[in-house]
RNA sequence: GCGCCUGUAGCUCAGUUGGAUAGAGCAUCUGCCUUCUAAGCAGAGGGUCGUGGGUUCGAUUCCCGCCAGGCGCACCA
């Protein structure tokens, strides 16, 4: 067990000791912001003791009387009103460094609770091209999904693609009156595209391009296709078959695998009888023709997702689970696949990544299901994992339906271009087919590590060369780290096989080893903050804050020409930081290459 | 009108149970490649954490008011 884990555990154990009543849960160990404090600190006895107006001072006082971390750590001090600090014994970095060596961990522990997750992300829609307005639930949900698998949880990715609803009304009117056959054989996404823009542009009442016969036409068509005309299934089905092309090449490029796609049309036989059963449950009811779940009261207003406040009164928010023509829309479907994921995984959280504008939908939508299926649900985490708006440089949100959106497959081109640029500056010694493969490794990693840097509930703002750049915090900063320390390997001839088997100890002397060395211990820490609060932003400040302390030690102190055991040492430390850097961005979707 | 979110350095943004001197990148300026990859390192300047109160030993963090901006508020998803 890592040493902060010991201490944490010993801490709680004193903690409990002294206050038997109290939740030492929340007693945690974090590492020291300043290294002039210890390596690890800990302000929960003032917390503690707020709670109960204890004397902060007091409390850690008789706390730390029933602490024994010696093993570990150096007298514990108490210091300012209340903080713990700890500062580990000489040899226990060293040893901690030494076990991940051996392959006993590597500064992070599988849970002891591996849960079943499913991951919703992504979702594109069929017959649209993949743009920017998809990458960070993509590239967000892949980095939770692979997360959650390195910390030991059965994963689920299902990416619940929009393959059905009233768009294919105005496509099928589209196809049927206008389709372009060569350009649709040249490039199908962006024929689809153009032929529901121009019929979308009928079909909008408040447009002047207005035709109530195109309008009247497209809702004839869904309608057809609802009832399962053959020619309408068959060209849905083309539609689909033509936009699956396309993800599988964008996913394929993104390194981005799901287990399943189960799309909205997969629900399609489930939502009479949903809807049925809601009513006669209650649950639902109709109104204005439609059929809509409305709040039981069992919230207080504030709280209830089915109430809103107009004029001073509340007044209802309901939720349409059918609508007055007949047809259902998507909170009709979510029901649906929640149903079907708890039935088939039976996992213990669903997890869905998508913008924030959805959160009235997903509160309606869990609290719904809840009221649906009470004996279900108990036990399991449905969490939206929400992120910003994509903006564009005049700060407005970049629309779906209207204006030119950047096309994620131009993007990804663009990336790799620059990123071949630059590669070719600094490697023109390169073989063109090595350059172009690294440049393909590190442009991808710009444009992911960009995307997951920022906090995903922070807008987004939409600017080429912030996404592109391959300077300061970037991917190819820490693989820049990486790549160094794989040059150190081969121009020291350093076997993989001489690495795993570390002879002798550690030590560690200059303060650049040692601040090296103390934060690799953190890297458990920050998978677990990271998997709680779904937050890869975490991940990344400490991939930038490791290849930091690289960079230090690379520049401090020598490798190759070290004396023998100062070399072993320092060999150790390039090889930890090299898995620790490969481990870490591979949770964040990212490659690393030998050489660059 | 109601709800959610945002406001931190010139720009873009971090900021882990409230905690110790508020951080990073970019941009600007100054140094460092005959020594393991300079996509780097060292250093400098740059802040009323929107604003006014409150709680607290302590507030960027929690509560309330106000200002500014974004998003959402039943037959799109």
């Known amino acids: 067990m890592l040493p902060h884990k010991q201490i944490e555990l010993r801490l709680q154990q004193a903690a409990r000791a002294v206050l038997p009543d109290a939740d030492v849960t929340a007693v945690l160990v974090r590492p020291c912001p300043d290294p002039k404090f210890g390596d690890y600190q800990s302000a929960a006895i003032m917390a503690l003791a707020k709670a109960r107006k204890l004397n902060p001072r007091q409390l850690a006082a008789d706390v730390v009387a029933r602490l024994d971390v010696s093993p570990w750590c150096e007298p514990v001090e108490i210091a300012g009103a209340g903080f713990l600090n700890f500062r580990l014994r000489p040899g226990v ?25 499913v991951v919703d992300f992504s979702s594109p829609n069929v017959a649209k091209p993949m743009h920017v307005g998809h990458i960070r639930s993509t590239i967000l949900g892949d980095s939770l999904a692979r997360l959650f698998r390195l910390l030991g949880h059965r994963v689920v990715t299902d990416n619940h693609i929009g393959d059905w609803g009233t768009q294919f009304g105005m496509l099928l009117v589209g196809w049927k009156t206008m389709l372009d056959r060569a350009a649709l054989d040249r490039d199908a996404i962006a024929e689809l595209e153009r032929i529901y823009r121009a019929i979308n542009a009928q079909c909008d009442p408040a447009k002047p391009t207005y035709n109530l016969a195109t309008h009247e036409a497209a809702r004839a068509e869904l309608v057809k296709l609802q009832q399962g005309d053959p020619e309408n299934l068959a060209l849905w089905r083309e539609m689909i078959r033509l936009s699956q092309i396309q993800f599988d090449a964008i996913y394929g490029r993104l390194g981005v695998k799901f287990d399943h796609a189960l799309g909205e049309s997969f629900y399609n036989l489930r939502l009479p009888a949903l809807v049925a059963e809601l009513m006669a449950q209650g649950i639902a009811r109709e109104s204005d023709g439609a059929k809509c779940v409305f709040s039981d009261g069992a919230l207080p207003p504030r709280e209830d997702p089915f109430l809103i406040q107009r004029d001073g009164e509340w007044q209802a928010n309901p939720q ?37 504008r959805q959160q009235l939908h997903f509160q309606q939508l869990f609290a719904t299901f809840r009221r649906w299926h009470p004996e279900l649900t108990g036990p399991v985490k449905l969490a939206h994992v929400w992120f910003g708006s994509i903006l564009g440089d005049d700060g407005k949100p970049l629309k779906t339906r209207s204006g030119e959106n950047v096309k994620l497959a131009d993007l990804l081109d663009e990336a790799e271009a620059r990123a071949f640029t630059v590669v070719s500056e600094k490697n023109a010694a390169l073989p063109e087919a090595e350059r172009r493969a690294i440049a393909r490794v590190i442009g991808l990693g710009a444009v992911k590590y960009a995307d997951l840097l920022p906090n995903r509930q922070s807008d987004y703002v939409f600017n080429w060369d912030k996404i592109l750049a391959l300077n300061g915090n970037t991917a190819p900063y820490l693989q820049y780290a990486y790549a160094r320390i794989q040059s150190i390997f081969r121009k020291g001839e350093i076997p993989k096989s001489a690495l795993g088997q570390p002879s002798g100890e550690i030590r ?58 100062e070399r072993a040492s320092r060999l150790a430390l390039c090889d930890l930081t090299a898995r620790v850097l490969a481990h870490g961005l591979d949770v964040l979707g990212i490659e690393t290459v030998p050489n660059m």
């Open 93 to 117: 970095l060293g040893e901690t460094l030494h076990a991940a060596l051996r392959g006993e961990h590597l500064f992070f522990a599988t849970t002891t609770q591996p849960r079943t997750v």
């Open 320 to 356: 349409l689970i059918q609508k007055r023509d007949g047809g259902y829309n998507y909170a009709t479907t979510d029901l649906a696949t929640i149903a079907h994921r708890l039935e088939t995984w039976q996992p213990q959280a669903i997890v869905y990544v998508t913008d924030g």
């Open 508 to 565: 560690l002397a200059t303060p650049e080893e040692i601040a090296l060395a103390r934060h690799l211990l953190n890297f458990g820490l920050v998978l677990d903050a990271a998997a709680e609060e779904y937050r890869p932003n975490y991940i990344c400040t400490y991939l930038f804050e490791l290849a930091s302390h690289f960079s230090r030690f690379f520049e401090n102190c020598p490798v190759l020409k070290a004396e023998p055991a």
